[in-house]
């Protein structure tokens, strides 16, 4: 090839051989470009700028990219390898020997298909809240496959990942699984059957995560790294170097928030099935047990919550009784935050057995439930709902001091994960003569705990962020638009929870967007991507980024979990906080009777409404995500983007986006 000359080369797949295989190419290439561009036209809000949706487009584009069949036999590979555990020449200390049931055959969403060609489990449920969007089935059918018996263990235990598949992951599960369930039920086909099947499973993840990870029955939960690497002052996967044993923060509230998620679907699930009652009071149950040991009545040195600080940190536990708060100001103590539940004023109508369990707990430990659930005037919220949550009001505002600080965790392209503090702080412990530092490193690692090739003290991550999103529009359900904070802290600019949920949207989209001098914080000082005209429009989605500055880090491809920036875009190109405010007694379903807006083009919109006593359709009001959003996420914008021949029948009669058919194949798609 000359210099500055080019090359074209074309192939095309065929079963089998095609006389004249490229005639016609160009127009057939030129066809499968305008049904590309057509769909992400239609799954795109309005609202989105031409730069934001090329962000939302290759976004999920990369997220389709990164399928790939993964195969393994472990029965096979540890025979191979001389390690199995049921033969007698079995060697130890080989990985993976207590897997070698699994037999894995699918094609999977890689965290990186270039330099994690493996899945990992929690990686894999936020990649099902964005591949939603484009491929509903699959998602659905990700969530399906790590609780079933080829993959699942038998003991109840989710496969982390290739590399360890027994160490623990944080239990996002029920959450995606909930949050799929909910989006299809906004869109008139809620499958009950996918959720029945899912809760199965869980409930034996469940009682894995209760027998295994809290060893001494206290409701507090240790289980190790907890996919943040190296977040903690010691390797959380290893023996700690003082002996002892480490509850952990963000542990027990990712237990308080599974129990929140399992509660929920347990309740939808009782709709048609009151055994499921009981069940569900097993998971309030544990709920309040899970809070209140994370903070007892009265001043305790053996908590999580610092009085003090007014913050959550893990507590090392000494053998010889002693115990002692770890004050690193990191992600641990803004995750419960997460663990927040809204419910209506009339969901105790709906479930006589729960509440005459609820009655009998509060009897018996008036204590438990006036210090985690209260239940006086000054817990009600907006229009009469309750919350269950880890953080009363004042823990609330005191948590959120630090959240929405710059020089804390508030940075300019989204939630640090470590305060900024410990740049001039660092946290330093000394044990048997050797010394522990925990500091804020914005960038890559500076140690080589769990290989080094990532980095919790500092930089910007995808998941957690948009976890924290989704409570704070939680949490902005029950307290309405009464209760704002300063955002940032001390800037003296007060916003709701949904605008400080935008606002930290915003800095997110930040990352890939052009700056006011044209350029890509995600691409830092590469000219090549900045400057090129040839490069710098496509865009890279990195595994995390640059607490100051946005730069991408880590896995350079696809990152599987940063696809969740199109969710991100999707909602808030979607929803105002007016559409938060619904009365929980209204929603939008197609086959009734109302009034509505207008769309974008001017064209007249119905708003719907129904009955919450209609079992199909009853919810507790919570995961705002999935349900007070329905009317932006699914009806409003469906209508608004379908062309008038698909919404008018032969007759001019309405037809509607999830009846079977056309319609609905194209609805889901738009998810």
Request: net charge negative.
């Amino acid at each position: 090839m000359p210099g500055g000359g080019s090359t074209t080369v074309r192939l095309r797949l065929a079963a089998t051989r095609i006389d004249d295989a490229f005639d016609g190419f160009e127009g057939i290439f030129d066809s499968r470009v305008a049904d590309a561009d057509e769909f992400y036209e239609r799954i795109t809000p309005h609202a989105l700028n031409d730069d934001e949706r090329r962000v939302h487009r290759q976004a999920l584009a990369g997220m389709l990219w990164s399928k790939q069949y993964y195969y393994f036999d472990l029965d096979q590979w540890l025979v191979e390898h001389r390690s199995h555990p049921l033969l007698e020449s079995a060697g130890h200390g080989v990985r993976n020997m207590e897997w070698f049931h699994m037999l894995n055959s699918d094609v999977i969403s890689m965290p990186d298909k270039w330099e994690y060609p493996w899945y990992a489990a929690w990686d894999l449920a936020f990649h099902t809240i964005a591949l939603s969007l484009v491929d509903f089935d699959f998602a659905k059918e990700q969530l399906l496959l790590m609780l079933r018996g080829l993959y699942f263990h038998p003991n109840g235990q989710i496969p982390a990942y290739e590399w360890n598949f027994s160490d623990v992951n944080p239990p996002v599960h029920a959450w995606a699984t909930l949050f799929l369930y909910k989006l299809e039920q906004n869109l008139g086909r809620a499958d009950l059957r996918f959720l029945e099947h899912s809760f199965q499973g869980l409930m034996l993840n469940f009682n894995w995560w209760v027998n295994r990870k809290d060893p001494a029955g206290r409701n507090v939960f240790a289980g190790g790294f907890l996919g943040l690497d190296n977040i903690g002052v010691f390797d959380r996967s290893a023996q700690l170097p003082t002996g002892g044993a480490l509850e952990q923060a963000d542990g027990t509230a990712w237990m308080a928030f599974y129990c929140q998620c399992m509660l929920e679907i347990a309740l939808i699930l009782a709709e048609n099935d009151p055994m499921y009652e009981e069940i569900a009071f097993k998971f309030i149950q544990y709920f309040m047990w899970i809070a209140y040991a994370m903070d007892r009545i009265g001043e305790h040195h053996d908590e999580m919550w610092d009085e003090q600080d007014g913050f959550f940190y893990d507590l090392l536990r000494l053998p010889d009784g002693r115990a002692m708060r770890l004050h690193v100001r990191s992600m641990v103590g803004l995750l419960p935050l997460c663990a927040s539940m809204v419910f209506t004023p009339n969901a105790p109508e709906r479930f006589p057995r729960l509440m005459e369990m609820i009655a009998l707990f509060r009897k018996r430990h008036p204590e438990v439930v006036s210090h985690v659930a209260p239940t006086s005037e000054g817990y009600i919220g907006y229009k009469g709902r309750r919350l269950l949550s880890i953080l009363n009001k004042q823990k609330l505002e005191r948590v959120l001091a630090y959240l929405l600080d710059e020089n804390e965790f508030l940075g300019p392209h989204g939630i640090r994960s470590l305060s900024r503090y410990h740049l001039e702080h660092p946290f330093v412990f000394h044990v048997g003569g050797q010394e522990y530092t925990v500091p804020y490193l914005p960038g890559e690692s500076n140690t080589g705990m769990f290989g080094g090739n990532s980095n919790w003290r500092g930089p910007v991550w995808m998941p957690v962020n948009a976890l924290i999103i989704r409570a704070l529009l939680s949490l902005y359900s029950f307290y309405g638009n009464d209760f704002t904070v300063q955002c940032p802290t001390g800037s003296g600019r007060h916003m709701t929870l949904f605008e400080v949920a935008q606002e930290i949207s915003r800095r997110l989209a930040g990352i890939f967007l052009r700056d006011t001098n044209g350029r890509r914080p995600v691409y830092g000082g590469t000219a090549k991507f900045q400057d090129d005209p040839h490069w710098r429009d496509l865009i890279l989605f990195y595994e995390y980024f640059q607490g100051d500055n946005g730069a991408g880090l880590g896995a350079s491809h696809q990152t599987g979990w940063t696809g969740l920036i199109a969710r991100l875009l999707d909602v808030f190109g979607r929803i105002e906080a007016k559409d938060l405010e619904l009365d929980p007694r209204t929603s939008y379903r197609p086959d009734d009777e109302g009034a509505g807006g207008r769309g974008k083009d001017g064209r007249e919109l119905r708003r719907e409404r129904f009955d919450l006593r209609s079992p199909a359709l009853y919810h507790i009001h919570t995961r705002v995500w999935l349900t007070a959003l329905s009317h932006k996420l699914g009806r409003l914008a469906t209508l608004e983007d379908m062309p008038d021949a698909e919404k008018e029948g032969p007759n001019g009669e309405a037809t509607h986006a999830h009846q079977p058919g056309m319609a609905a194949s194209r609805m889901s798609s738009r998810w």
